[in-house]
Structures are given as structure tokens and as C-alpha cells.
């Protein structure tokens, strides 16, 4: 192969991703004449950002400085979305959106006190729409509970919040204050009896109705139940405890069936891989099922990928693929930026690291080879693999493939590509990795799909490191305290210091405060990477549908009964584990270290 002339492309070199050695993938703009430095690029940073403030977006042809543009959170139903109307409707719908906005904004300064927030200024920070900035935890807690200010906000606010709770609060503390939410007494000068009714109607209510909602949303889609399993029994005494009204009653009891059926899938799923592993003899795999065409019933032996149908090597390395991205969390998102190792990020880590362990295969699947018509058809073999990957909406798979295909190593075969009878099918597969305009081919294929997928998550993720750089998690904010005036200026304090966290006493020896200094939330921040997450994650929720999955499908994501995902067919416990071996090891396929869980424990 190194004395053969080089065969000539058909089409022009485009940009390829080289595995960084660090579960991500870097554009190699140098394509097969020298080799990259890896260490020069890690995390991907030669990925462009997606939306990066400034950066001017070709589909659009206008700044796209925020992600809502090309990430937008899920609206609710009524919401009106700006856009196909021209600039006109997008500047008549903010202007009318701002007017509502200061509409609502003077009606809740005209209440009385006892129907205002407990957590007004200085605890809490809206921009000019009325969105939420930054507050105190308590402050954002009573965000999602209180009557918004418009309501196209909620929903965005109470998706970004139990989706990044998490990085600012724990739990047992967001558990604790949602239920003082929903138990909370009226202002001890509240005496007269119609204005207790009328608290009790217009803010007690209310505020019960949000809290059971949220707590239904947690417990729905964020996995209450299996995350917070502590929290579960009091979350149960609590919901039997409500007696009144009617309707939060009914609620509590369609809440208390929902955490009863999520409860009996959790167990059974632990039966299945409790009996699993009895059935193995504890802790390893259980013997592999008799295999459908002709593979190793034994050892392995030199040649047994070629055994394999390629078809049913890409259904299984999806298989294995879309578990792994089943597992991931948003606070592992969230995680990722201050470590990639740990159990914080543990599933996230563990899928993209097997891209890097793909790209590891396919290279020494060929190079073991030691005769010219093996090594061309491995990499036949791997582009079937890949083009099938594709069929099945199997992104991640498909990008680590070709980049192992087009690793500096295998390009350099020329004779072996000679002999390859599909090498012009690996140019279509490679406009998909393509990095111009932001991965606008992925992004544009993403938009299209609704149906099971499994995507490629480095575009994502370099965009959550940038937000981590660019936003402090906790920002200071100076919320005025009422203090004593100076003697000789009642009604005047520009004499006093700007800036105090505690009480100050003057010459007269009269002690005031002006300003407290205080810690918020930077939700401005959150939301910006909840949006990112959204579309990360999003494909979650369509799951591949089996005919038998086995007990390490997770529940309940990836149900099998989902209408709309790809069928998968029939799972092949002797190919998976196959393929699970393969990916541990990198190809090389001897037996894992003791202690080593496999890709799907």
C-alpha cells in the first residue's frame, strides 16, 4: 500500500472530525497529509459555537445572538411564535408582548400587600419582558408558584428550573419549600375577614394549584421517583394529608397513582436483572442466546466481524448507543463543563467515550489485517455498518465511524481503498459531520426527525462549556434595606456609604443600613443552557422499539411499545455482548479488567 500512486478523489477534501482522545471529536482541516495535535485541541474547541453572540447565521441572514432563535423551549399551547411574517409581525409582536408586559406588571403593583410575593425587589431580578434574571432560591421558588406575569413565561421558566435545580439547590431543600409553598399562613396583620377570604381565594389557592403541578411535572419528567427516592415517602404522606379543596384533592390522587406505577416498573426492572444475575451465577453476563447467522459460538477468532451482517452490527451498536443516551441527566450537562470524569457525569461520560472506543475499533479491525483483500473488506463491511447507522437515525455512530474511516491511518491504504468497492458511498456520510455554519446539516437533519435518534453531542456540549465561561453560576446584587435618616436630613441619604452588608452607626451614633449585598441565582445563565440541553436530550423521549428487550432497557424512556420509534427487531444476546466487548476494549476484544461494568449494566 505505501508504494502505490494515490488514488485520486472525485470530489474536492472537505473537513473530517479526528477523534481528541477525550470522548469528543475536532474538524481536521489539514484532511490526510499530516497529522493533527490532539493536545493542542482538547474539548473540541475548534468546533464553532452554535448561535455565538455576534455570529451571523446564513440561514437567517441576521445575528444570532441568543440560542431561542435555533433552540427554542417548548411553548405553551396558545403561545404566539414570531417568524414567516417578516420583520413587521416580529416587531408588532414584541411590541404588543411589552405592552401586555407593563399592562400586567402595573396590576401587580396595584394589589394590596398580602396579594403581592413575599420576595419583591432585591431578592428577585426581571429583565425588561418580565423574564427572570437572577434571585435568591427562596425568590425562585416563589416564581413558580405565583401568577406569572405573562404567561408565555411559565412554562419556559418552570422547564429551565427542574431541569437545572440541581446546580444551585438539593432536593430535600426544593422539596421542604415547595411544601411550605403550599402551607403557608396570612400575614399575622391580616384580620379583617374579608381580605382573609379573599388571600385565601386569590393567593393560598392558587399558589396550591402550582405547587401540585409542579411537583406532578417533577415527578413526570424529571424522575422523581427513581433520583429522589428519599424524598418519596414524604412526597406520599404529604399528597394523603390533602383533605381540601376538591380539585387538589383529585389531583393528589392522580399524583399518588402515578409514583405507584413508576414505583412497580422501578421494582420490576430490578427483578429482571436480579434474576438475570442469578441466573449467570451473580454478576457477570448470563450465557449468550444461540445466534441467528452462523456467528462464533465460541472464542472469538481472527475473522468473526466478517461473520457478523452488518445490518445487525449497526442495530446493535444503535441498541447499545441509545441505552447509554437514555441514562444521560440534565445535571450531568450541567456537570460537564467543571469535569469529565466522576459519578456526576457518569452516563454522559460513558456515551461519548463510546465514540472514541468506535473510532478505536474500526482502525484496528483493518490494520490487524495482514493480506490487501481483508483490509478492503472490513472497511466495505464498516461502511455498510455506517450507511445502515444512518438509516436508523443513529448520528453518534455514524460521525465515529467515518472518522475512523478517514483517520490518517486507514486513508493512508491508497491500494486497499483501491479495492473497496463503496468508497464513494463514504462522501454522502461525511457531508454530515460536516462543521461549516455551525453543523448545519446535523442541525438541519435534527429539525426533520421525529422519531427515535441517537445524536452526535459534541456541538452541544462545546456550547455548554462556552455559557460556563461566559456566565458566573451566582451573581451579587445590592438590595436596598430601609435604614434610620441622619439627623438634620429625614428624607435624605446621599451622605451615607454606598455599599454595607451590615449595620453602620454615624457620628450621632444612629445606626441605619443602605444597601445589603446578597447572592442570586444567575438563572439568566440557566436558561440559556437549558435550551442547550432541550435539544440534547430531547430525542430521549422516542424511544427504538424491540421485540424482546432485555432488562437493561431503561425504563421508562425507551418503552417498546412507543408508537413512531424504529424497530430494532429482535435483540441478539450473543451479538450485543459482541459488540459490547468490542467498544470496552477498543476492538482489540480481550476480556474486560474484573470489576468493569459493561456499556449496558
Known amino acids: 500500500d505505501h508504494h502505490t500512486r494515490h488514488v485520486q478523489s472525485s470530489t474536492p477534501p472537505r473537513p473530517i ?50 440560542l431561542s432563535q435555533e433552540f427554542p423551549l417548548p411553548s405553551p399551547p396558545g403561545t404566539r411564535v414570531a417568524g414567516g411574517g417578516g420583520g413587521s409581525s416580529r416587531r ?35 429583565d425588561s419582558d418580565g423574564v427572570v434574571k437572577s434571585g435568591t432560591l427562596e425568590a425562585l421558588v416563589e416564581r413558580l408558584t405565583v401568577d406569572p406575569l405573562r404567561r408565555s413565561q411559565e412554562t419556559a421558566y418552570r422547564t429551565t428550573f427542574l431541569m437545572t435545580y440541581k446546580t444551585f439547590t438539593t432536593g430535600s431543600d426544593l422539596f421542604s419549600l415547595l411544601v411550605d409553598r403550599y402551607l403557608m399562613d396570612p400575614p399575622p396583620d391580616l384580620t ?3 381580605q382573609r377570604a379573599e388571600w385565601k381565594e386569590k393567593r393560598l389557592r392558587p399558589t396550591q394549584t402550582r405547587v401540585l403541578n409542579v411537583l406532578r411535572e417533577w415527578v413526570e419528567r424529571y424522575r422523581f421517583v427513581k433520583d429522589e427516592s428519599p424524598l418519596v415517602d414524604g412526597l406520599k404522606d404529604f399528597l394523603n394529608r390533602i383533605d381540601q379543596p376538591a380539585s387538589n384533592v383529585l389531583s393528589a390522587k392522580q399524583l399518588l397513582e402515578t409514583i405507584g406505577k413508576q414505583e412497580a416498573a422501578i421494582l420490576a426492572v430490578q427483578q429482571q436483572q436480579a434474576a438475570a444475575a442469578s441466573a449467570s451465577g451473580g454478576g457477570v453476563s448470563p450465557p449468550l442466546a444461540q445466534p441467528r447467522r452462523g456467528f462464533f459460538g465460541g472464542r472469538p477468532q481472527r475473522n468473526d466481524l466478517l461473520r457478523l451482517d452488518p445490518a445487525e452490527v449497526a442495530q446493535h451498536l444503535t441498541l447499545v448507543e441509545y441505552r447509554l443516551y437514555a441514562k ?25 467515550a463510546t465514540a472514541d472506543r468506535l473510532v478505536a475499533w474500526v482502525k484496528y ?8 483483500g481483508k483490509r478492503a473488506d472490513v472497511i466495505e463491511f464498516w461502511i455498510k455498518v455506517a450507511e445502515k447507522c444512518r438509516q436508523l437515525n443513529n448520528m453518534s455512530s455514524v460521525i465515529a465511524l467515518v472518522a475512523g474511516l478517514a483517520s490518517t491511518v486507514i486513508v493512508k491504504l491508497q491500494l486497499t481503498w483501491a479495492h473497496v468497492s463503496r468508497k464513494s458511498h463514504v462522501e454522502p456520510l461525511a457531508r454530515l459531520a460536516d462543521t461549516s455554519n455551525n453543523f448545519a446539516t446535523l442541525r438541519s437533519f435534527y429539525s ?15 456550547q ?6 461566559q456566565y458566573k453560576p451566582f451573581v451579587l446584587v445590592h438590595k436596598p434595606v430601609p435604614g434610620e435618616p441622619r439627623p438634620g436630613s429625614p428624607n435624605s441619604m446621599t451622605s451615607i456609604p454606598s455599599l454595607s452588608s451590615s449595620p453602620m452607626t454615624n457620628t450621632s451614633g444612629h445606626r441605619y443600613r443602605t444597601v445589603e449585598t446578597i447572592e442570586h441565582v444567575n438563572f439568566t445563565r440557566l436558561f440559556k443552557c437549558a435550551e442547550v440541553i432541550h435539544q440534547m436530550l430531547r430525542h430521549q423521549s422516542k424511544g427504538y422499539r424491540q421485540a424482546n428487550p432485555s432488562a437493561s432497557a ?42 468493569v461494568q459493561l456499556l449496558n449494566g
Open 17 to 66: 472530525l479526528i477523534s481528541n482522545g477525550t470522548g469528543g471529536f475536532y474538524p481536521n482541516h489539514t484532511h490526510h497529509t499530516t497529522s493533527s495535535s490532539i493536545s493542542s485541541l482538547q474539548s473540541a474547541r475548534g468546533i464553532p459555537f452554535v448561535g455565538s453572540p455576534g455570529q451571523a447565521s446564513t440561514r437567517s441572514g441576521r445575528s444570532t445572538g441568543h
Open 92 to 126: 408588532t409582536s414584541r411590541d404588543e408582548d411589552s405592552v401586555a408586559y407593563r399592562n400586567a406588571r402595573a396590576a401587580t403593583d396595584a394589589l394590596p400587600p398580602y396579594l403581592k410575593p413575599d420576595y419583591g425587589e432585591g431578592y428577585v431580578r426581571l
Open 192 to 194: 379583617d375577614d374579608h
Open 328 to 352: 444521560i441527566r440534565p445535571a450531568e450537562c450541567m456537570s460537564w463543563s467543571k469535569s469529565q470524569k466522576g459519578p456526576e457525569v457518569e452516563n454522559l461520560a460513558r456515551f461519548v
Open 365 to 372: 479491525s483493518v490494520l490487524k489485517e495482514d493480506t490487501l
Open 448 to 462: 426533520s426527525v421525529d422519531t427515535s435518534c441517537v445524536p452526535f453531542l459534541v456541538q452541544y456540549l462545546t
Open 464 to 469: 455548554l462549556e462556552h455559557y460556563a465561561d
Open 554 to 595: 431503561p425504563h421508562p424512556v425507551s418503552d417498546p411499545t412507543q408508537a413512531g420509534g424504529i424497530n430494532l427487531g429482535v435483540e441478539n444476546a450473543a451479538v450485543l455482548a459482541y459488540v459490547e466487548n468490542m467498544l470496552l476494549t477498543g476492538g482489540v476484544g480481550s476480556n474486560p479488567p474484573a470489576g
